[in-house]
């Protein structure tokens, strides 16, 4: 070490551990295993397989309700019944625009 630890300084046995190589690396190779083990986990599966699917449900469900859109849900699938509302003509698919 480049100091020696427990001299009764504060400050010196604060130098001795922060500038200590095996200290610096065990503090890097905890960080890029929380970092990315555990966040990237965590975001991984709590947050898209769980959260997210969630919030989607209930967007979904209050646009439906603020447009009067019904689901047949007769073969076990959503089955959208979308009004047209004369913007787009009689034909309703996206990305054309009528034409």
């Given at each position: ?33 929380f970092d990315g ?31 009067g859109i019904g689901?047949?849900?007769?073969h076990g699938e ?22």
């Amino acid at each position: 070490m480049l100091l020696e630890v427990e001299t009764g300084n504060l400050w010196t046995d604060f130098l001795s551990v922060a500038l200590d190589p095996a200290h610096i690396l065990s503090e890097l190779a905890f960080t890029i295993v929380f970092d990315g083990l555990v966040i990237a986990l965590l975001y991984g599966v709590v947050f898209k397989r769980m959260l997210l699917p969630r919030l989607r449900r209930e967007i979904h469900r209050d646009i439906d309700a603020q447009h009067g859109i019904g689901h047949n849900d007769e073969h076990g699938e959503e089955l959208h019944q979308h009004e047209t509302h004369g913007t787009l003509g009689t034909d309703a698919s996206y990305g054309t625009l009528g034409s």
